[in-house]
Structure formats: C-alpha cells, structure tokens
C-alpha cells in the first residue's frame, strides 16, 4: 500500500513513467473503493458504533421490523471476516446477496440497490477494503424469530422484491442527473430509509422516495418536484445539506446525521449536485388536504409553541436559517408520518458536527415538562399553522413513542 | 512553613503548571474537536430539581408554625393574596429537605464569627437545623408571654412577636433569633415568587399579583411595542393552564 503511494508519487513526477503505470492502477483503484464505500457508507452499519467498535469489523444490531441482525465484519481477517473471499465471492454477494457459501443473504444488507452497481465499482471497493487492517471480531447471532432463521427462505423473499438489474442511464438526460440517479439508486442506497416498505420489508415502488419509518423515525419524503418534501429546497440547499451539515431549512439529526457525518460530507460537490439534481427531477402527488382541529386545540398548540418553542423558531415560523429550522413549510414537521416530530420534541436532537460546522446545535427534550396531549395539540397546530396544512396527530400517537422511547 | 519555596516544590508546580496548560488541549482536542464529544444525548433533560411532596422536613408542629409566621409577613387582605394561598410553607418545607436546607452549597465549617450584614448568611446550623432549632424557642416565649403557641396568637400578638425578633428584642438560647427571622423572611419571599414547580407561589399567584409574565425568555415580537403594556398568562417551568385544552 504505502509502496503503491510512493510508486504513484513518483509516476505523477513522470520519474518512472512506464513501469508504474500497473501499480498507479491499483493506487487508483483502491481510492475509487474507499469512495465508494464512503459514498455507500458501509461503515456505519458495519461498525459497532453503540460499542466504540473497530471500523468495518461488524457487530452492529441493526434493529429491524423482524427481528435484530448483526452486520458481518468487513476486514480481511479469515475466520471472523472476509479474508478468504474471492473477487467473485464479493461481487455475488454485492450483486445476487449469496455469501461466499452459498447463503442467502438477509435484505438488511442491502443488494437490492447495490445490484446495480457494474463490476468495476464493486471490485473497487473489494479492493479497498483488502487494504483493511484484518481484525478478528466474533459477531453475534442475529436474533430473528424461527421461520427466518432459516436462510433459504430469503430466495422466496428474493423472488418477489429483488431483480438483479443494471444501471442503464436515460439518454434523455444530462450526465449529472444519470449520475444523481446511479448514487441514489445504488452505492448511496437512500431508498433503504425513505422509500416505504411493504409488509415484508421490500421496497414500494409507488412510494419511491416518498418517506419510511426506520427503527421509529420516519426518514422524509426527498423527492424534490413538484408537491415533493423538498419542493421548497434548492439544488444548493441539497448539498449544503449534504456537504455541510447545515442547510437553510433543517440540519441532519441522529440518523441522518450519521449518514451526513460518515459519508456525504465526504463525497465530491459533483456527486452532491448530481444527487440534488436527481432529487429535484422528482414529482409527487399533491398531500391529502387535511381537517382543521378544533379551536381549543389552536389555541392550546398556539400557546405552548409561543411559550415554549418561538425563542428559537421564531413565533411567525420562520426560525433562524442555517441554526434554527423554520417551521413554515418544514417536511420534517408536515411529513405523512409524524414520527420524526413527535420523537424530536420528547427526546430532543442534536444536529450533527461536521467539518464545514462543528457547532453540535442541539434541540432539548420536552419529556419531562409536556403531557401527551400538550405535545399532540402543539405538533396538530404546527402542522397547520402558516402555509402548512398536514393532518393532526392525536394523543395516543404520541403516547405510542413516549413507551418505546422508554423501552429503547 | 517555609517562606522560600523548596525547589522540588517549585519543580512539582512546574509540572502542574505545564501539564495543566497542555491537557485541556488534549482533552478539548479529543472530546470537542469535531463537537463529536459535546456531551449530550436524547432524552436526557436537565430536569430543575424541585423536591416531590414526599420530601418534607417539617414537623406538622412546625409546618403550623412556619405557615403562620409566612401568613404575617405577606398577609392575605383586601391588596391581595398572601403566603398562605401561595402555599408558601410547602416551599420551605421541600426546600429545607433538599441541599438548601442542608447547606451543602454553602462553606459550612468553622470558624463562627456574628459577621457584618454584607456578609451573609453566618450560622453555624444549615438552614434547616436553624428552623429545628428556633421555632420551639418561639414557641416556648409564646407560652411564656400570651399563654400559648404562636400560631394561636391573635394577629397584633404575632406582628408583636415577629416585630420583637426582627429588633432583636426577643432573642433565643441556641441560635440567633435574628438569623432567624432574616432566613425566615427571605425564604417566604422566596416562595411567594419562585417558581411554582418548588411548592410555593401556587397556579402563579405571586406573578399575577405583581404582573410578571413568567418564565419567558423571549421578547422580540415586542420590541416595536413602544411602552404599551404586553399582556401575557405568566408561565412556570411546567407551564399554564393555557397550555391545556380549556
């Protein structure tokens, strides 16, 4: 590796031009890998973050509708990781979601968007992490209920959501939006979190980038057309986001966070334009016009908003952009599932510190101080206040998050 | 002790010296360099402490006593409320079994010196070994002087008895009648103002009284108001009864 890096170094000198030019090869390949696997952000499932854990040695729980699966290590060690995987061994898994015997593969790993990627991308990223420091690491069995213990069942899963399919670029588009659309659909995987599920956890084609609940967030609607959750955001706004951390209207919290902090804000502003691109091609359907609540409930929802939320959001909801989210018009506040909001305000958030911003600005939690109904009547109120116009939630929705918050 | 600094003193405070420059570089460089160490996670709020009604420190003896000494320094009348509809005996009460009462925020070891009125609070007991202290002396002068217990006095004879403590012309064997009566005031305004998440100034009655809007903390929609009056509920920490559904 270091060998490689000297060898490039002297090559881009032009000192040895011909006989380097292999080595300057596989230099270049092993980085293209390592930015895939950031734009793909591997490291976050494959890394046991609650633990401190070693990067890419596994042992996360990942927390499913099914049950929790724990994510394989990534490193070339032989026994515990993928050391005595082939190219083609990776390529399959990364393109069919078959393990190196032959196993099917849980969809928590998610091939299905990777499928799409060509061989060279994959190899890349084999090649990048066989430069990985092997690290033996036992990983936990996951913990699934009987039927889906046993992994063969997984090839009927297959058979009804998953196509072994190519990226095939659309000549009616420009470069940047194929581009967009090939991160989004493969290494970057966005639909794994907001795009709808079935009851089987496959992916709804109609709900494409429309919004889905994860482990009790809801991952907003993205599509950035016309009625989309981002229709209000600009192609710089996406990757100021993205980049930055900081955008205008919102900032990446916990879970988005972690994808902005680990990988986007690591990737090419090319890349970023070219996914905001894609996004702001995307169209919806106009929202399900909503009934307005009772005055009571205004008046109470008006109430602790301008006691409790306006020093920070402003009491016209306009915020202060790029610290505090403005509220008039935020997809987070008017999202179909009013998970993310309701979740927010009884455990608070912290946006995440990245490069471009290290202020960590943090959201308190409101547990201890509003009763269900108080957080539901302000979240109704929010929810229509202004040009807003989204369907109430009621006290028991909120009810619901306040137990599993205090089981998790 | 020495005058001249020894030099492995000087040595060790060399040590202290440069190490205490150099750590919190290290340590801010670890734990806040990429804000990835600023201590926070969901849920956990910095909840105020407030006692709960199962922490008392009060007698029912004494709890009689306290509410009515509150009851004479903000009396109820035609003006307005007084301590006792701010239920300002259940403040002091949580507050005397919580670190107030034990003094724990305060330097609490000897030397015990009267001390000037600048200087505060001077007692050897904490707030709350005061209170124990005091109100059976009051009480025993009471029997003494009118026959029985404070709380029993007709009101002159509890102004005249408060009045007696505060210049000092009642004084009582083991602690300062004075010091008393000083804690004593204090705390009641304490509790006729604070906020009603410790006990006292019940459903805000000491703001509504004085006009004072609560806990707020922002005032920018008002500030082109031009001296009109700004009319607001007051709020507590835990809110109003304008955040509820009416």
Partial sequence: MRNSVILAALAAAGLVAGTAQAQELAYSQVERGRYLVTAGNCAACHTDMENDGTPFAGGRGLDTPFGVIYSRNLTPDEETGIGLWSRDDFYRAMNEGVNREGQQLYPAFPYTYFTIMPREDVDAVYDYLRTLEPVRAEIPENELPLP???????????????????????????????????????????GACHTGKNLLGGDREAEYLRGGTLENWFAPNIRGGENGGLAQWEIGDIVEFLRDGRAR????????????????QHMTQEDLEAIAIYLKSLN???PQAADPITEDRVAAGRSIFFDECAA?????????????????????????????VIRIILEGAQAVPTEAALGPLAMPAFDWKLSDEQIADVVSYLRQAWSNNAIAVSASDVADMRSYLEEH | MAPVMSRRAALKGLIMTTTALALPGVVLGREYGRGAGVP???GAADIPYYG????????????????????????????GPGAAEADVVTFIDRQLAGFYGRGQHWYMQGPFHEGLSTQGYQSEHPPAQLYRLALPELD????????????????ANQDAVLTGLDEEEITFETVSAKTFFDLIVENTIEGF??????????????????????????????????????????????GGPHWTRQ
Wanted: hydrophobic share 35%; glycine share 10%; with cysteine.
């Fill in chain 2, 140 to 155: 025993t002068y009471c029997d003494a002087q009118y026959g029985s217990r404070f709380s029993s006095l007709s009101e």
């Fill in chain 1, 249 to 264: 209207h919102t900032a990446p919290m916990q879970r988005m966070g972690e994808v902005v902090g680990l990988s986007t």
């Fill in chain 2, 40 to 42: 926070w996670e969901p």
């Fill in chain 2, 52 to 79: 709960t009604r199962d922490e008392g420190f009060l007698t029912e003896a004494e709890l009689t006593t306290v509410r009515a000494i509150a009851a004479r320094i903000i009396p109820s009348d035609e003006d």
């Fill in chain 2, 193 to 238: 103002f604070a906020d009603p998440i410790y006990g006292g100034n019940r459903d805000m009655i000491g703001w509504r009284y004085v006009g004072f809007p609560g806990a707020r903390y922002d005032y920018r929609d008002f500030v082109g108001h031009n001296g009109a009056r700004i009319d607001l509920p007051p709020v507590s920490l835990m």
């Fill in chain 1, 284 to 286: 919806d359907e106009p």
């Fill in chain 1, 312 to 340: 920070c959001h402003a009491a016209d909801g306009s915020g202060v952009p790029y610290i505090f989210a403005p509220l008039d018009g935020s997809n987070k506040l008017t999202a179909e599932d009013p998970s993310t």
């Fill in chain 1, 148 to 190: 889906l213990r046993f992994r063969p069942a997984v090839a009927g899963w297959k058979m009804l959501f998953f196509e072994d399919r190519e990226f095939v670029p659309d000549p009616a588009q420009s470069d940047a939006w194929n581009r967009g659309r090939y991160l989004v659909d493969g290494p970057t995987h966005c």
